[in-house]
């Protein structure tokens, strides 16, 4: 597909990285400042230099939008719904630093993977789509609608209508079924492994997608959807009802009742920020409003029980062991703090309960950053205080590396302005038939040209497909 930025302004960019280099400070053998805003600018700015030589997305015969990757291609540790979480994670760090350094970067690198329909879902990849990975490409967009994020040029996807897009395919009824009483299931086509399996992930994006664009957009229909998708998960008894855990999820023979009671910290933030997005959203319904609150408070309680013992991130599920996680893991701890940091802007009742917590974790984050050659490289053990090499769970450090700059750049929460609606300056561009023409998973896909293949072979989608799975049942157990 056409993208907005040249190989020759992509190298020039490569170029220009690699100049910065020696303007950057080096994180002390204390780890990184975050003492003061000035700081903490200038040790995100550090951070994200770090961040993007993981990127290869801009360079010369490299993908845009991608890191390197999939393992089973043997080109890198990470699949493709992390570079979506990447490109989030820049966006946020733009709007809270109004760094624009890598504005045309990442708008490259979202624009190239949204597919010829417009609704991320590439032909490369749709053989071994999971739901959640196309709704991590979907929050994207729309942070990049409510962050007020540099729109495309007019003759490119905008990004309202992308996060419009892929709400709508995942409420198209070939995504849902009578099986659980309702739910998405974990992957898209039905002859992926793990098709049988509804999880929280899935059904927690689609929530927090349908809640974002009712507080955007004033849609009683996302809020309608919201509201239900966020009863059925708890319904389910994917959320515990008296202690409030989130749970990982169920298989459909079993009508979700053999509830996989692995609890991963993004599930259960992702579900504070969508209860947080609907109590904004029902501003003027006290009772309803009351309930939202109310959730709100439960999860984050939870949340805070769970993954922030002595306040500092940790990975319940695996970070006890070291060498215990996988790539997709290490990488949650970044998106919890981005996610919680705007819970205190869109429920600010919540502030002074959170930010505190963000604090302390992130100055653990910032501390332990003291290794590699340039004694500044970071790991994602936090709470020991000292740097541990992202080596000890076989990766080259991505997701470690965006954990930390989304902690640290998370901390101008309170000088950054909320998210934004259509009503409230956003400018971004929506559709409400984006995603209504998608093709669906059950349908044929059309012959792959050697243009379409950008690299990526059908065997190899499959294997990815295979993979996740594997991942999924050995790590998360019976």
Known sequence: MTTISSPRRAKWLTALFAAAACLLPAANAQGYAVDTTDNIRASAKTLA??????????????????????????????????????????????????????????????????????????????????????GFWGMTAMLAAENKFPNPPADQPQWLALAQAVWATQAAPDRHDDTCNGGLRWQIPPTNNGYDYKNTIANAIFFNMGARLARYTRNETYATSATKQFQWIYDVNYIDHESWKVYDGGHVEHNCTDINKA???????????????????????????????TRVEKLTEGLFRD??????????????????????????????????????????????????????????????????????????????GVFIDPAVDKTTGAGEAMDVLAAVSSLLIDEADPPVT???????????????????????????????????????ILLVAGGIAIWMFMNLGD
């Open 263 to 293: 609890q991963f910290s993004y599930s259960a933030a992702l579900l504070v920020q969508g209860a947080a997005f609907m109590y904004n959203y029902t501003d003027g319904d006290a009772a309803t409003q009351d309930l939202w609150k």
């Open 422 to 460: 259509n009503s409230t300056g956003g400018t971004s561009k929506g559709d409400p038939n984006a995603g209504t023409g998608s093709r669906h998973a059950t349908e044929p896909a059309k012959p792959i040209t050697t243009a379409d293949k950008a690299g990526a072979a059908i065997c190899t």
């Open 49 to 134: 230099y770090d961040m993007m030589k993981f990127y290869n997305g801009n360079q010369s015969g490299e993908i845009p939008g991608i890191l390197p990757g999939p393992p089973s291609d043997g080109k890198g540790d990470y699949y493709w719904w992390e570079g979506g979480a990447l490109m989030g994670t820049m966006i946020d760090y733009w709007h809270l630093t109004g760094d624009d350094t890598y504005n045309d970067v990442i708008t490259q690198g979202i624009l190239h993977q949204v597919g010829d329909n417009r609704d991320f879902q590439p032909l490369n990849f749709t053989a071994s789509l999971g739901n959640d990975d196309q």
């Open 307 to 384: 993954f922030f013992p002595k306040n500092i991130a940790f990975e319940l599920a695996c970070e006890a062991r070291q060498g215990a996680c996988t790539p997709d893991m290490v990488s949650f701890k970044g998106y919890v703090h981005r996610w919680m940091a705007m819970v205190t802007q869109i429920a600010p009742f919540m502030r002074d309960t959170i930010l505190p917590v963000l604090k302390t974790s992130a100055e653990a984050a910032a501390k332990q950053c003291t290794g590699g050659a340039t004694g500044r490289v970071c790991g994602f053990y936090w709470s020991g």
